[in-house]
């Protein structure tokens, strides 16, 4: 799972990003809500880890103005305050939960990991269009109860274009996310993996076809 870490004290910022992903989660770290509002307009997460106390503006304002926005990501918001009032404004304002600092590393890879389990995330969890249904969770697609498996980043690449409906992707989005905020990824890495599912929703006889917009991007389209 992709994670949006939004935490300016570095120290923290080391140690999640080397302990995370032992516990499979691609961790971006960002240290302001400017550079966090950034990467949830680009990027889909699986959810967000806040720290309230960021330089340039509190996290509680970030966390409502995502909501306000109908971004339903998880987030589980860092805090140094323990205070039970800062813990019911954290929940009313959005987060789904609350950790105060310091904390252990595995209860927060426990708590992320419960976040996932939750209704509200299962409901994201698969995606339908025509006799096409995404799991995103078991990575694999269900063209009329038959599943087909998908790799991690076949799996990432449909999700996008299933979220958007028929609008195009575009390209430098899905490479975006192929690539994280780091990384390396050939430059005709879209079309291979485009290609590739193209390979395998024909051969399941999907009624979905990613369409081609030439120099702009891809979108799903239902053929009857
Ligand atoms: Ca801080």
Redesign the pocket.
């Known amino acids: 799972m992709r994670l949006l870490l939004v935490?300016?004290?570095s120290e923290l910022v080391a140690l999640l990003s080397k302990q995370l992903p032992r516990h499979n989660f691609e961790v971006d770290a960002v240290d302001t809500a400017e550079d966090a509002d950034q990467a949830l307009a680009s990027l889909q997460y699986g959810a967000v880890v806040l720290?309230?106390?960021?330089?340039d503006r509190d996290?509680l304002d970030l966390l409502r103005d995502l909501r306000r926005r109908g971004k339903s990501v998880p987030v589980l918001v860092?805090?140094?305050r323990d205070g039970v009032s800062d813990r019911v404004t954290g929940l009313r304002a959005g987060a789904d939960d609350y950790l105060v600092k310091p904390f252990a590393v595995e209860e927060l890879v426990a708590r992320l990991e419960a976040l996932q389990r939750r209704p509200s995330t299962l409901a994201s969890r698969s995606l339908a269009v025509g006799n096409v249904a995404l799991d995103i969770q078991l990575r694999q697609i269900l063209v009329d109860g038959t599943a087909h498996d998908l790799t991690a980043r076949e799996c990432a690449v449909l999700e996008m274009l299933l979220r958007e409906g028929r609008s195009v992707v575009p390209k430098r989005k899905i490479e975006d996310q192929l690539f994280g905020l780091s990384g390396h990824l050939a430059s005709n890495a879209v079309e291979v993996y485009i290609h590739r599912l193209r390979f395998t929703l024909s051969r399941a006889g999907a009624t979905v076809k990613i369409k081609t917009v030439h120099g702009v991007g891809y979108f799903v389209t239902e053929t009857k």
Not at 51 to 55: A, N, S, V
């Open positions: 935490e300016d004290n720290d309230l106390g960021l330089p996290g860092l805090t140094a």
